[in-house]
């Protein structure tokens, strides 16, 4: 009986091997086509509200972004969700890497103020200490000076517009009224311009009187004018000049690079999606989810592709970036290398000593030179209240 029902053993099994398959298929298709799964990366995406992803996939659903054929699990509301979604987590990704730059940069730039005030602070403490145990006449007086010469370097490495050469000529101008009345005229009072005993001799006729007015003021003042003219102080003034205006250039320069890199990379916390961008992220990150398929991910040519579109704008800031990377390096090499920042400023206590050295060395030089200066002031201050013009 059961022969005749099925006649063939083997025929009786593949016949249900094929109905048991063909019954999985139907279960796997339904299992497929579920929003179970699209509901769930929905929620924990926190992309909206989960009232939006339906049960069930629907047919005939009026989509602008992920349209397709067959039934989907995406509404317009959905649509709009993954729209603000992509937008979001883009533009926290792009920030995410433009803070780290941004880090860098301004870690960078703080260490690089910090070991400039440390230097320039020692480097002041050095040459006050010079003058103190070298040279104790001038050093009080001399002091002012120095933390006006330091200050205005400090001002110039942090991007104020101030010369070096000029404040290093300004300290020298003020230093050679000191240096004048307390090392190479020693006898000379400095409030008064006159000698302080009998012995002393280098009273001019144009310091004792005439022209009204002034005393040691008036001697300060002719001497701060006429201190480029005498040379008191040799090369050394314009030799200390120049190496610091190489050195804390360099300085300058790196410090006002690393600030200016922050203007584009600040720029991309304003960074604006077109609508066409949106819904190019929209349809590579989650129109595949509207399919049941919430594992799949886009291959990576399709996502550079995207990208370029989206940041076509930022992307045109590449080579200048480059070239931006390149003038950090070099500047970066010209502070510790050729025009060493640290050696500059070291070398300001020599520089000053030497020029007070050459200043003591040729003080008889200086004195009849001076001398002749301020004669030749006096007569000309003397024709001009008598109207006589000395030319």
């Excluded at 960074?271 to 799949?296: D, P, Q």
């Excluded at 991910?297 to 992307?315: F, H, S, T």
């Amino acid at each position: 009986m059961s022969r005749g029902t099925c006649p063939r053993v083997n025929f009786c099994g593949y016949l249900w091997i094929f109905s048991a398959t063909l019954f999985a298929v139907n279960v796997v298709d339904v299992l497929a086509y579920s929003c179970h799964e699209v509901r769930t990366a929905f929620q924990l995406g926190q992309i909206g509200p989960l009232s939006r992803v339906p049960e069930t996939p629907g047919t005939d659903v009026d989509l602008l972004v992920c349209k397709h054929q067959g039934p989907t699990c995406c509404t317009r509301k959905m649509e709009e969700s993954y729209q603000l979604a992509v937008k979001r987590d883009t533009l926290q990704n792009i920030r995410s890497y433009s803070f780290e730059l941004k880090y860098l940069l301004t870690g960078h730039a703080s260490a690089f103020q910090d070991a400039f005030q440390y230097l320039l602070s020692f480097s002041q403490g050095h040459l006050s200490s010079l003058l103190v145990a070298t040279y104790p006449p001038l050093a009080d007086d001399a002091l002012p000076h120095v933390n006006r010469l330091f200050s205005t370097l400090s001002d110039h490495l942090r991007g104020a517009n101030v010369s070096v050469e000029t404040a290093v000529h300004r300290f020298f101008n003020g230093l050679f009224p000191l240096v004048y009345t307390q090392l190479v005229n020693p006898g000379m009072a400095p409030d008064t311009g006159s000698p302080t005993s009998s012995s002393a001799t280098m009273t001019t006729e144009a310091e004792q009187g005439g022209g009204g007015g002034g005393g040691g003021s008036e001697l300060s003042d002719c001497l701060r004018m006429t201190r480029q003219d005498i040379n008191p102080f040799g090369p050394h003034p314009a030799a200390m000049a120049k190496e610091l205006a190489e050195s804390l250039g360099a300085g300058r320069h790196l410090g006002l690079a690393l600030a200016a890199g922050l203007e584009p990379i600040n720029a991309t916390d304003h960074l604006l999606l077109s609508k066409e961008c949106v819904r190019g992220l929209v349809r590579m990150e989650y129109c595949s989810h509207c399919r049941g398929l919430t594992l799949i991910k886009p291959c990576l040519g399709y996502c550079l592709n995207v990208l370029r579109g989206c940041l076509a704008g930022p992307a045109e800031l590449d080579a200048p970036w480059r070239r931006y990377s390149a003038l950090l390096e070099q500047l970066t090499h010209a502070v510790a290398g050729h025009h060493s920042l640290e050696l500059a400023l070291l070398g300001v206590r020599d520089h000053v000593n030497e020029a007070l050295l050459y200043a003591q060395l040729h003080g008889l030089v200086i004195t009849a030179t001076s001398s002749s200066h301020r004669l030749a002031v006096f007569w000309a201050r003397r024709g001009a209240d008598k109207g006589i013009s000395l030319v």
